[in-house]
T-cell receptor
Framework: GAVVSQHPSRVICKSGTSVKIECRSL??????MFWYRQFPKQSLMLMAT?????????EQGVEKDKFLINHASLTLSTLTVTSAHPEDSSFYIC????????????FGPGTRLTVL | GENVEQHPSTLSVQEGDSAVIKCTYS??????FPWYKQELGKGPQLIID?????GEKKDQRIAVTLNKTAKHFSLHITETQPEDSAVYFC??????????FGKGNQVVVIP
């Protein structure tokens, strides 16, 4: 149990375009999903917390208009990187929390975004 | 806010030996401490966790110990194998069900 998927696994896009990344909890209902960004050889940086049916809470310094998050159901959250630029190139990882299991966060496999 | 520090940054061990990674945290309100293993190009995988009402937890070759007074917790891997080579992250719970992560530790198991 506790499987989280992400799609796509990697994406290359041109500067100025928007990219949508999906995060799904496959075998449990995720009341909360989290979006992280990870640069090479660095730790995970939390970008935002997404609760089903409500607006996401963004961490300090993360532009909410640039990184649009939607958590429309208990099994799906999406992150849209709008007007992407080369500096947005990174490894984006989501995690999902099952409220019945307390604090545990289960991570997806990540999405490698490259902006040309 | 919570500050999680992880040492050492890199650890090389001979296959079969034990590996120990230590983390310290600053917020006494933290009550949940997971460890994640991340292989290159993949998402982190939860390998073991401990809650503040427990001092030690073991799962086969992996164990975690927690010292609440000193605010540190450690990951112990015994009988290391080449497949244990990865980056290991510790984390501590903070408000609103979030986690604060350490910077990671590269473990290299030498065959």
């Amino acid at each position: 149990g506790a499987v989280v998927s992400q799609h796509p696994s990697r994406v290359i896009c041109k500067s100025g375009t928007s990219v949508k990344i999906e995060c799904r909890s496959l075998d449990f209902q995720a009341t909360t999903m989290f979006w992280y960004r990870q640069f090479p050889k660095q730790s995970l940086m939390l970008m935002a917390t997404s609760n089903e049916g409500s607006k996401a809470t963004y961490e300090q310094g993360v532009e909410k208009d640039k990184f649009l998050i939607n958590h429309a159901s208990l099994t799906l959250s999406t992150l849209t990187v709008t007007s992407a630029h080369p500096e947005d190139s990174s490894f984006y990882i989501c995690s999902a929390r099952d409220a019945t299991r307390g604090n545990e966060q289960f991570f997806g496999p990540g999405t490698r975004l490259t902006v040309l | 806010g919570e500050n999680v520090e992880q040492h050492p940054s890199t650890l090389s061990v001979q296959e079969g030996d034990s590996a120990v990674i230590k983390c310290t945290y600053s917020d006494s309100a933290s009550n949940y401490f997971p460890w994640y293993k991340q292989e290159l190009g993949k998402g982190p995988q939860l390998i073991i966790d401990i809650r503040s009402n427990v001092g030690e937890k073991k799962d086969q070759r992996i164990a975690v110990t927690l010292n609440k007074t000193a605010k540190h917790f450690s990951l112990h891997i015994t009988e290391t194998q080449p497949e244990d080579s990865a980056v290991y992250f510790c984390a501590a719970s903070i408000e609103n069900n979030r986690l604060a992560f350490g910077k990671g530790n590269q473990v290299v198991v030498i065959p």
